[in-house]
Nanobody, 115 residues
């Protein structure tokens, strides 16, 4: 059984920063892509950023230049550094990881940006 546990969400003022972490645990032999999605109330879940096992990254246009995704393969952990946060970044953020051909999701962590 694989579990993803997120941490680091919270309330921040516009222009501030937060760092999200997501650690995968369980029977893990190799982890492929890891990433972050978000879902705001009344909206569909959307991709924020993704990183491959080789370190290649892809970002949503709305976060390019502000967010940085990174991973520690030894710890099976993915991070999302979020800078210059805007009220429109307010959402529940979900970690995802492709492990052994299956996609796993975390429980979500709330990020709220006040104006």
């Amino acid at each position: 059984q694989v579990q993803l546990v997120e941490s680091g969400g919270g309330l921040v003022q516009a222009g501030g920063s937060l760092r999200l972490s997501c650690a995968a645990s369980g029977r893990i032999f190799s982890t492929n892509a890891m990433g972050w999605f978000r879902q705001a109330p009344g909206k569909q879940r959307e991709l924020v950023a993704i990183i491959t096992s080789g370190g290649h990254t892809n970002y949503a246009d709305s976060v390019k230049g502000r967010f940085t995704i990174a991973r520690d393969n030894a710890k099976n952990t993915v991070y999302l550094q979020m800078n210059s946060l805007k009220p429109e970044d307010t959402a529940a953020y979900y970690c995802t990881a492709s492990i052994g051909g299956l996609d796993y999701w975390g429980q979500g962590t709330q990020v709220t940006v006040s104006s």
